[in-house]
């Protein structure tokens, strides 16, 4: 068949040409595509209704186009109704990692027996060189919890990190309670001066969602100390009276976890005393964080204990036994009358490094160990057919103890929470 014929067959049959093929091109196409996707639909549906698949696909093929494949769209289409039996139910979904997922995740959750509240891994923020570098922290519940440590070894930046203030760079914190049940109080809390003392607290309390002017507003300033000073505007507070506002501001919702950065920086000894004994008050109610360089304090409060050194936990564990640990090698005896003899005689001794008379009839004795003074003294005592009152180690204080482990330790020492 020539070209010439071919065009005249085609003229024949009156095919659209010029713009008239522009107009239709596409309905042509659509029709098309709505018969191929009706087509592709019936392969694989699984059952159609009404008519066998075979008998849909010649009405979309052979019924004049496009209705063939209109009508398989509107009838033949979807499941002939069958009783579906209950699969199994759906598994839930595991926590899809956010946008910060390179950073530390903070999990606040209401894991109320988890004897650990909080618990830390390879927690780090590098502010370039400076910071907190894969801190694992493991605080119990109920505990008041010292973390103490040299200027700029990191305690502010990691209880931020708790306090959700801060994001880490890496790591995880895990918080085993609802964040309504955290309270947070920073070293110097600001407040605008023209509130009183009673509007302060109020406003913090309506910030946690509780309803105004509860009972626990005058609870919480009488316990802060300031229930004489209520009703006076906050710009005239001194320092130490606007720490002990903050402290009041987080006892409204009755936290369960307090995390108070130098609680008692700008306390006076007095205050410092009644903020003390407030914080070992609460012990076994709620759960105390802090921070403080004041290492009495800590000892004084603080069941356990963190040691911070260049954004490094060295130590976490009961206070006591960081102590211990680090228990000097010194007794103090006491014998009944004089001590000159048994100075004279401990004097002698290659395993004593000092001895000294400390009262009439007491001796101050250091030994190069242990194990060498609890060896050596009952045979000098021995020796000189001395009578025996006391002898007693010397125990460290926490500071002895800290500066021992700033300044020698390389590596994390772990109490029992390792
Ligand atoms: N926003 C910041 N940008 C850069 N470096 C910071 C920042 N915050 C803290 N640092 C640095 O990180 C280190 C730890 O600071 P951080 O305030 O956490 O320590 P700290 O133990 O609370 O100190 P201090 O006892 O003096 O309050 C310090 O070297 C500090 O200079």
Same mark, same amino acid.
């Given at each position: ?6 065009? =005249? ?55 004049? &186009?496009?209705?063939?494949?209109? +009508?398989? %769209? ?32 903070? +999990? ?15 927690? $780090? ?13 493991? *605080? ?6 010292? %973390? ?8 502010? $930046?990691?209880?931020?990190? %708790?306090?959700? $203030? ?30 009183? &003392?009673?509007? +302060?607290?109020?406003? &913090? ?21 300031? +229930? ?21 501001? =987080? ?6 976890? %307090? ?42 409060? =603080? ?37 000159? =003899? ?34 050596? *003294? ?29 300044? $020698?330790?390389?590596?994390? *020492? ?5």
């Amino acid at each position: 068949m020539s070209g010439r014929v071919l065009g =005249a067959e085609l003229g024949e049959v009156n095919l659209p040409s010029g713009p008239a093929l522009l107009v239709l091109g596409p309905v042509l196409l659509a029709v098309l595509g709505l018969v191929i996707y009706s087509l592709v639909d019936l392969v694989r549906a699984p059952q159609v209704k009404y008519l066998p698949k075979l008998a849909w696909g010649l009405i979309i093929v052979i019924g004049s &186009a496009p209705l063939g494949a209109i +009508a398989y %769209l509107l009838f033949g289409r979807g499941h002939a109704a069958t009783p579906e039996r209950p699969g199994p139910p759906a598994p839930v979904p595991a926590p899809v990692p956010g946008p910060t997922s390179a950073l530390a995740r903070v +999990a606040v959750e209401p894991a109320l027996r988890d004897p650990i509240l909080i618990e830390t891994a390879a927690l $780090t923020k590098d502010y370039g060189g400076t910071g907190l570098f894969d801190v694992g922290l493991a *605080i119990p519940r109920g505990c008041v919890y010292g %973390l103490v440590g040299p200027n700029g070894s990191g305690k502010t $930046t990691l209880l931020s990190i %708790l306090a959700g $203030t801060r994001h880490a760079d890496r790591g995880t914190v895990r918080i085993a309670l609802p964040r309504t049940a955290i309270a947070v109080c920073p070293d110097v809390p600001e407040f605008d001066g023209w509130l009183t &003392a009673t509007e +302060a607290v109020n406003l &913090a309390r309506t910030m946690i969602g509780m309803p105004p002017h509860g009972d626990d507003l005058a609870a919480a300033l009488h316990t802060a100390g300031l +229930a004489d000073v209520a009703d006076r505007p906050v710009g005239g507070f001194s320092r130490g009276m606007t720490q002990r506002l903050g402290l009041a501001c =987080a006892l409204v919702g009755d936290p369960q976890l %307090l995390i108070l950065d130098e609680p008692t920086s700008a306390l006076d000894p007095a205050g410092r005393a009644d903020m003390l004994d407030l914080i070992a008050s609460m012990r076994g109610r709620r759960t105390v964080v802090l921070s403080t360089h004041i290492l009495a304090d800590v000892q004084r409060v =603080a069941d356990e204990v963190g040691v911070l050194r260049a954004g490094r936990l060295l130590y976490q564990g009961p206070t006591r036994t960081l102590i211990d640990t680090h228990l000097q090698p010194r007794w103090q005896i006491r014998i009944a009358g004089d001590t000159t =003899a048994l100075r004279a005689e401990l004097g002698r001794q290659p395993w004593v490094t000092a001895v000294q008379p400390v009262g009439p009839d007491a001796l101050r004795v250091e030994a190069v160990s242990i194990e060498a003074g609890e060896r050596g *003294i009952p045979v000098a005592l021995a020796a000189g057919r001395e009578r025996l009152i006391s002898c007693e180690p010397v125990a460290a204080d926490l500071e002895a103890a800290f500066l021992a482990l700033t300044t $020698t330790a390389k590596e994390v *020492i772990s109490g029992v929470h390792s």
